[in-house]
C-alpha cells in the first residue's frame, strides 16, 4: 500500500504524538508499504531510527502548508496527525491533498477534550479539537494511541462521523 502521514513537526523540539507518528511510518516501512512523511521540518528524532532496516525507504516531503501541496501521488491511506491549533488550513489542506490522491483519511488521535478535561485539573477548550473534527468527518478510521484513548474517542466523534471505524493501535516503542 501507498501510505502518506501528514502533520507538523516543531523545528527543534521532541513531540510526542509526532515521534509517535514516525514511529507509525517505520512500522509501515518495516512491513513493505511505501511510506511518504509530509511535514514542515525535518524531525529532529529521525536519526534515532538510522540502524531501522527500512528508514531509508520512508520518503519526506516537506511542505509549509501554506499553500497546497501540488503532486500526482496516488495514495490509498493519509493519516493525518493532527495538532491543537485555532487555525484549521492544515486540516483542510490534508483533506484536499487526500481528495486529489484518492486516499481513504484517516484520523490518527492522541486525545479529544472529553477525555482530557474528564481527567485533568486544568481544563482545554473543547473547540481547539475542531480541526480534529473536521478530520474525522470526512475519515474512514480513527487510530487512537491507547484502548483508554479509544473509548473516548468513539463517544466525542460519534456525532460527527457514525461511519467511523475505530482502532487502538499499540506502537512498540522499545524495539523493532
Given at each position: 500500500?501507498?501510505?502518506?502521514?501528514?502533520?507538523?513537526?516543531?523545528?527543534?523540539?521532541?513531540?510526542?504524538?509526532?515521534?509517535?507518528?514516525?514511529?507509525?511510518?517505520?512500522?509501515?516501512?518495516?512491513?513493505?508499504?511505501?511510506?511518504?512523511?509530509?511535514?514542515?521540518?525535518?524531525?529532529?528524532?529521525?536519526?534515532?531510527?538510522l540502524s531501522y532496516e527500512n528508514h531509508s525507504k520512508i520518503k519526506l516531503v516537506m511542505n509549509t502548508?501554506?499553500?497546497?501541496?501540488?503532486?500526482?501521488?496516488?495514495?490509498?491511506?493519509?493519516?493525518?496527525?493532527?495538532?491543537?491549533?485555532?487555525?484549521?488550513?492544515?486540516?483542510?489542506?490534508?483533506?484536499?491533498?487526500?481528495?486529489?490522491?484518492?486516499?481513504?483519511?484517516?484520523?490518527?488521535?492522541?486525545?479529544?477534550?472529553?477525555?482530557?478535561?474528564?481527567?485533568?485539573?486544568?481544563?482545554?477548550?473543547?473547540s481547539l479539537w475542531d480541526g480534529w473534527k473536521l478530520v474525522a468527518k470526512y475519515s474512514s478510521a480513527?487510530?487512537?494511541?491507547?484502548?483508554?484513548?479509544?473509548?473516548?474517542?468513539?463517544?466525542?466523534?460519534?456525532?460527527?462521523?457514525?461511519?467511523?471505524?475505530?482502532?487502538?493501535?499499540?506502537?512498540?516503542?522499545?524495539?523493532?
Amino acid at each position: 500500500m501507498k501510505i502518506g502521514i501528514w502533520g507538523v513537526v516543531p523545528s527543534n523540539a521532541y513531540s510526542g504524538g509526532r515521534y509517535s507518528a514516525w514511529i507509525l511510518a517505520e512500522a509501515f516501512a518495516a512491513s513493505g508499504h511505501d511510506v511518504t512523511f509530509f511535514t514542515n521540518n525535518q524531525p529532529v528524532f529521525m536519526d534515532d531510527f538510522l540502524s531501522y532496516e527500512n528508514h531509508s525507504k520512508i520518503k519526506l516531503v516537506m511542505n509549509t502548508f501554506k499553500e497546497p501541496l501540488i503532486s500526482e501521488e496516488v495514495l490509498d491511506i493519509l493519516i493525518v496527525v493532527p495538532t491543537l491549533v485555532r487555525s484549521h488550513h492544515i486540516f483542510y489542506q490534508a483533506l484536499d491533498y487526500a481528495k486529489r490522491s484518492l486516499a481513504k483519511v484517516v484520523l490518527y488521535n492522541f486525545e479529544t477534550p472529553n477525555w482530557y478535561n474528564e481527567l485533568s485539573s486544568v481544563k482545554k477548550d473543547p473547540s481547539l479539537w475542531d480541526g480534529w473534527k473536521l478530520v474525522a468527518k470526512y475519515s474512514s478510521a480513527v487510530l487512537s494511541i491507547s484502548k483508554e484513548g479509544n473509548k473516548y474517542a468513539q463517544k466525542f466523534y460519534e456525532s460527527v462521523n457514525p461511519n467511523l471505524l475505530y482502532a487502538p493501535i499499540h506502537l512498540a516503542i522499545n524495539q523493532k
